[in-house]
């Protein structure tokens, strides 16, 4: 389920293994909507590469050999295959999560957090862009890292000193979120909390996932703990935008990832 602000979009997937090829068939997600979590069909391919390489040797280099026994389908219009002019900006950083996510589950595989926690501030004089990590799954035969960035995100934290010294912004809190991994044989990852205090006037933007649905684990492993962007102590929801007075603290709690066993 993909978490969109007027309620939650299905994506379905059918895995088949056929010899040493695997196809991948997207039939019945849900179709493109109004919002902006389409995916152009690109993306979908891409976060279908990347899940193909894990379950099979992600030491083979990507190459056209590596992707050849994959065949993905995908129905025109959906929104893993959205056409234009649809709006793809959380379909690129999210979506994305989710269609990997969906491989992986296919093959047994506990989750990790799914989504980047993206998060935009800025004003009239400054612009900043972060995205955090968070928990992963557990596999059979170890735990999941913590507090990583992973799979469709890989992108890297920004350390605090950067941040305090460039914008008017606050680091209150920035820390493994303990006991939010899923237990099992295996635990999940933990997540991060991390919380900022606006030190002037701002907006804000957040596009997260996994806070109305937590990452499952495998195998009889808990899901991982979900995630919570709170402005002030109150919630909010998993897409948000609004504005920060100087004094006021936006705090995005990531998630765990699933245990496994």
Known sequence: MLEAAGGDLELRLRATVRGDELELDFA???????????????????????????????????CA??????????????????RPPAAVAAGNVE???????????????????????????????FTYYETLGGG??????ADGP??????????????IEALELEFPLRAVEYAVRRGSGG????????????????????????????????PPGAAGGAPGARGRNLLDGAE???KASGSLRPGQRLRIETPGGGGYG
Do not use: K, W
């Open 65 to 82: 050999g590596a992707y050849r026994p994959l065949t993905v389908r995908v129905p025109e219009g959906s929104l893993l295959a959205a």
């Open 95 to 125: 979506t994305s999560s989710r269609v990997a996510d969906l491989v992986l589950a296919a093959f047994g595989h506990a989750l990790g957090q799914g989504t980047m926690n993206n998060l935009t501030l800025g004003n009239d004089r």
């Open 146 to 159: 913590s507090a990583v960035h992973v799979a469709m995100s890989n992108t890297l934290n920004t350390p």
């Open 28 to 62: 019945g997600s849900a179709p493109q909507h109004a919002g902006n979590l389409n995916c152009p069909l690109a993306v979908t391919l891409s976060a279908s590469y990347f899940a193909l390489r894990v379950i099979a040797d992600p030491d083979v280099p990507p």
């Open 183 to 214: 237990s099992g044989a295996h635990r999940g990852g933990d997540g991060v909390a991390r919380e900022l205090e606006a030190l002037a006037e701002m907006r804000y933007s957040l596009i997260t996932e996994r806070r109305r649905h937590a």
């Open 236 to 238: 909010l929801a998993p």
């Open 136 to 141: 992963q799954g557990a596999c059979a035969d």
